[in-house]
C-alpha cells in the first residue's frame, strides 16, 4: 500500500519504529507485529478492556485506536509492568487472593488498576468498581478483583511510606 | 474487525484542516477521540477514505471559566471534564452527566466536541447542551459561524454542520440554580434508556426559571419548552410535575429498539423526569 505510515513508539521503554498502514489497529501492531501478546483481544469492540494498555498516562482500549494515532507516543502494557520474576504489586495481590481464573482479562485489568492507583492510592470498594467498569472478568464475580486491587494498594502505600 | 484502507492526516492547524476536507469534501471525516467513529469504521459501517486526526491541532483543549460563560474546546476527553475544578464548580451538572458516559478508558479519549458533532441521538452531551443553552461554535471555509444547541440537531446524525465544516467548541451561559442529569441505562457503557437532563431556579419556595432536555427518546435531543412552562411558576409540587411529564412525553418520539418497546422508553423517561427534577429542586 502506498500510503503506509512511518510510525515510531516506545513500547515498554522500548523504541520501536516500522511501517504500517494507517488502518492498522494498536492491539494488532502489539501483537501481531511486536510479539507483546499481553493485551488480549476480547470483544474487539471496546467494551471489554482486555486490550488495555496504557497511553501518555492514559488507559486506552487498544483496540480502538489506530496505531498512526499513538505515533510519537509511550505505550506499557502489562509486559512493562512486572515479569514472573519481579512480580508488580497488583500482579502479586491478584495471585495472592485469587484476582483470576481463567486469566483472560487480567493483563487488562492490571494495567487499568496500575493507572486506577496511580490516580487514587487509597480508593474505596465503589471507587474500585467505578474506575475498573471498563473491564469486565466473566470468571470471578469482581469480588476477588476488587480484593487484589485493595490488598495492593495496601501493598504499595505501605512500601512508599517506608521509603520515605 | 479490520476497516477498509483509508489516508490518515495530522494536520498542525486548522487551515490545513479545513483544506484536506476542501480537496476531498465528504470523502473526509475528522476525528476527535474516535471512540464513535473508530467502531463504525471497524464494522464498516462508516466509509472514510480520508480520515483528518485533530490531535494536533492547537486551541482545541482549553476549559476557559469565565464570570457568566463557560468556553470549552472541541478535543476536551470526558476525563478532562470530570477533573476540572473550575468548570465543577461552575457547572456541576457537567461532570455529573460526563461520569455517566461509557467507562473510564473510553473517557480518557471520548470528546465533548466528538460527542455533540456526531449527531447519534445516543450521544447525552447533546441533550445537555441544549438544557443549558449552549452555543455551538463552527468553522469552515467561509469563516466562523455560531449556532444554538437547540437549533443544531436534524435527524439521526444529521446536523447543521456542514460537510466542509469542523466543530470547534462549545460555549454555556452559566447555569444557575439547582442541576441533575439522570441517565436509565442497562449497563456500564450502553446508551440511555432514557436520559434528562434539568436546571432549575427557586426563588422563596417558587420556580422561576427551568430547563428541561432528554436524550435518547427521539432521533434528536429533545428539548421540551412546554415542560418548562409546566414548571416555572409553580412550587414544583406533585401537579408541577405530573404536568411537566405529560408535556415532555407530549414532544418526544421513541423508537422500539433492544432497550425496548415504545411503552416501556415513555415509562422510563417519565421515571427518570420526575428523578431528575426531583434531585435538581432539591438543590436549588
Not at chain 1, 480502538?64 to 502489562?78: F, L, P, S, W
Amino acid at each position: 500500500m502506498s500510503n503506509k505510515k512511518h510510525i515510531k513508539l516506545n513500547v515498554n521503554g522500548k523504541e520501536e519504529e516500522f511501517l504500517a498502514e494507517p488502518r492498522e489497529l494498536l492491539i494488532y501492531t502489539l501483537r501481531e507485529r511486536l510479539n507483546i501478546t499481553g493485551p488480549h483481544i476480547g470483544c474487539e469492540t471496546s467494551h471489554c478492556g482486555a486490550c488495555t494498555v496504557t497511553i501518555n498516562g492514559k488507559s486506552i482500549k487498544s483496540c480502538t485506536m489506530y496505531t498512526v494515532q499513538a505515533e510519537g507516543k509511550d505505550v506499557t502494557t502489562i509486559e512493562g509492568i512486572g515479569g514472573p520474576d519481579d512480580l508488580h504489586p497488583l500482579q502479586e495481590a491478584f495471585k495472592e487472593h485469587h484476582g483470576l481464573q481463567c486469566g483472560y482479562c487480567t493483563p487488562g485489568m492490571i494495567t487499568r488498576a496500575t493507572k486506577l492507583l496511580e490516580e487514587n492510592p487509597n480508593p474505596t470498594e465503589e471507587e474500585i468498581r467505578f474506575g475498573m467498569a471498563g473491564n469486565i472478568c466473566r470468571c470471578t464475580g469482581y469480588q476477588n478483583i476488587v480484593k487484589s486491587i485493595q490488598a495492593a494498594a495496601t501493598e504499595m502505600n505501605a512500601a512508599k511510606e517506608a521509603a520515605e | 474487525m479490520i476497516p477498509a484502507a483509508f489516508d490518515y492526516y495530522r494536520p498542525k492547524d486548522m487551515e490545513a484542516v479545513l483544506s484536506i476536507l476542501a480537496e476531498h469534501g465528504d470523502d473526509a471525516r475528522v476525528m476527535a477521540g474516535g471512540h464513535s467513529l473508530i467502531p463504525m469504521m471497524k464494522l464498516r459501517m462508516a466509509d472514510v477514505p480520508h480520515l483528518i486526526d485533530l490531535q494536533d491541532v492547537p486551541d482545541l483543549s482549553d476549559i476557559v471559566v469565565s464570570a457568566d460563560s463557560i468556553k470549552i474546546g472541541a478535543m476536551v476527553t470526558q476525563a478532562d471534564l470530570i477533573d476540572h475544578a473550575g468548570l465543577t464548580k461552575a457547572a456541576p451538572i457537567l461532570r455529573e452527566a460526563a461520569l455517566q458516559i461509557a467507562d473510564p478508558q473510553v473517557r480518557y479519549m471520548g470528546t465533548i466536541g466528538g460527542n455533540v458533532a456526531n449527531g447519534d441521538p445516543g450521544n447525552d452531551m447533546p441533550g445537555l447542551m441544549q438544557c443549558l443553552d449552549a452555543t455551538f461554535h463552527l468553522v469552515g471555509p467561509d469563516g466562523a459561524r455560531d449556532v444554538a444547541a437547540r437549533d443544531f440537531y436534524e435527524a439521526a446524525y444529521m446536523t447543521d454542520r456542514e460537510d466542509d465544516e469542523v466543530l470547534t467548541g462549545v460555549t454555556i451561559p452559566t447555569p444557575q440554580g439547582g442541576y441533575a442529569y439522570e441517565k436509565q441505562k442497562r449497563k456500564i457503557g450502553d446508551y440511555a434508556t432514557a436520559a434528562a437532563a434539568v436546571q432549575i431556579v427557586k426563588d422563596g419556595d417558587t420556580c422561576t426559571f427551568a430547563s428541561v432536555a432528554m436524550t435518547n427518546l427521539s432521533d434528536t435531543p429533545i428539548y421540551s419548552a412546554d415542560a418548562v412552562d409546566a414548571l416555572v411558576g409553580t412550587k414544583v409540587d406533585d401537579a408541577a410535575i405530573k404536568a411537566a411529564i405529560a408535556a415532555m412525553l407530549d414532544d418526544i418520539d421513541p423508537s422500539e429498539d433492544n432497550r425496548g418497546p415504545v411503552a416501556f422508553k415513555n415509562h422510563v423517561a417519565g421515571v427518570i423526569l420526575r428523578r431528575t427534577i426531583e434531585r435538581a429542586w432539591s438543590r436549588a
